[in-house]
């Protein structure tokens, strides 16, 4: 399969909210539970512009396989962003988050951030393996964290120092 990066354009959200309702649908380990609108996708798009990488993988058909982003974030130093990712459900394992990751690092790198962090719920085994694999190192855990309907989770926080080559 042939995947293509590049950043959204406004023809996009629809199909980026698609594929993320679809992981919270089946029940996907994501921290997000309630399905996302393309207008919403939008607006987290516009709330960073200029301080953020979004990034969209897309197959030889022009189909939405996966997208990233990375943002600022309150918790965070001015010199790290948060990161997420989302994979098409049944695509993981297709080299698409690693197509992802290639870009946003990139892009980051321009903007001149010096880390990324990803946070991943401890029952994310698949994200936890796909962070550590892109050499993220966890530096903190957060033990019984309540998810908006009540479910209690722990969460990781990865860091990914950049120009670490």
Known sequence: MVITVRPPEPAD?????DLLNEIISVGGTTAHQNPVSADTLQEWYAKFEGQSSWQIALDSNGQIMGFQ?????????????????????????????????????????RLGFNWLNATIRG?????LAYYTSRGFQTWTTDENVPLPDGTIVTKISKRFDLNQT
Do not use: Q, Y
Request: glycine content about 10%; cysteine-free.
């Open 123 to 127: 029952d994310n085994t698949g994200g």
């Open 69 to 109: 982003f990375a943002e600022p974030h309150a918790n965070l130093p001015d010199d790290a962003l948060d990161i997420s990712s989302f994979v098409r459900v049944g695509a993981v394992k297709m080299g698409i988050g690693s197509k992802l990751f290639d870009a946003t690092k990139k892009a980051v790198e």
């Open 13 to 17: 959200f629809s199909h980026m909210s």
